[in-house]
């Protein structure tokens, strides 16, 4: 087996991945916010600030770096899921950015989209459902057993909405991400898979600084990726019974957004309020 694996206990090995994830997020962040910038692709934040969108392909780009420089070092089976880490980091994250270059505030949510495409109004939102769903239900089918194609494929798809829906506030997908990130790690302790999520959870903690202080915006091109890391480590580290009871917890938020608005839920809670606001300039 490699020497990567067998130089370094598994908790060893997940804060090496956290830290190059942090080193290279850092390392891109500066230079792709200018890119940015001097495309003018730019949005005012909530304080009226003209500030960069989509700054969220940085998670992308440090992610699959750090899979490319670790990949050599990697036994068979886990270069697999490396590469469809990577695929799914790069589609999602692709569909995500079409969402911010394109889109338009006149449809929302996941129902309202549906709803156009079936009145022959194609949506970016809806060619995210569209493509998002079809690109799950493939990971879906490569990564295990073919009964469970059904619950992976739900899975992966309503995670990367679930991130989406919490990107209306600086931060908040950024914690949503980490808290979601936590408990997989806590669920599927000593899996190796793991160790890519742990890359994208260092991108996010080097990341979240300019996003609290709402310097920029990850957009859907972030939201996407995030979601799709944790929907697909999801569907290779949970045991059976908790992956459903994660899919229920997916499919109750999905309902309770369609109904009421997050933001106006979040801000009812003192505990989730102050947990929402922690760090950010909002007052």
């Known amino acids: 087996m490699p020497f990567f694996i067998t130089a370094f206990s598994f908790p060893a090995t997940m804060v090496f991945a ?17 890119m940015i910038v001097e495309a003018g692709f730019v949005r005012p934040n909530f304080r009226g600030e003209v500030i960069p969108l989509g700054v969220g392909l940085v998670f992308s780009l440090a992610a699959v770096a750090c899979i490319v420089l670790l990949y050599p070092f990697l036994p068979g089976q886990l270069q697999f899921f490396a590469l469809a880490f990577c695929l799914a980091l790069a589609a999602f994250t692709c569909l995500g ?84 990130s936590f408990l997989l790690f806590v669920a599927g302790w000593g899996q190796w898979p793991l160790v890519f999520l742990a890359v994208l959870t260092g991108s996010v903690v080097a990341y979240l600084a300019v996003d609290l202080k709402a310097r920029a915006m990850m957009g859907d091109t972030g939201a996407n990726a995030l979601g799709a890391a944790m929907g697909l480590t999801a569907v290779w580290v949970l045991p059976d019974g908790v992956k459903l009871a994660y899919l229920g917890l997916l499919i109750a938020l999905h309902v309770v957004a369609e109904k009421y608005s997050l933001t106006s839920l979040i801000a009812r809670s003192p505990l989730l309020d102050r947990l929402d606001r922690w760090g950010s300039d909002r007052q």
């Open 18 to 34: 956290g830290l190059l994830g942090v080193l290279l997020t850092r390392l891109f962040l500066p230079g792709l916010m200018g």
């Open 97 to 180: 950015l079409v969402d911010d270059v394109w889109g338009s505030r006149a449809t929302s949510g996941l129902k309202g989209h549906l709803k156009s495409l079936l009145q022959g109004r194609l949506t970016t939102g809806a060619l995210k459902a569209l493509a998002g769903g079809t690109l799950s239900l493939f990971l879906a089918a490569v990564a295990g057993s073919l009964v469970w194609v059904p619950v992976n494929a739900l899975t992966l798809a309503l995670s990367v909405n679930a991130i989406n829906l919490l990107d209306l506030r600086p931060g908040r997908a950024g914690k949503g991400f980490l808290l979601g």
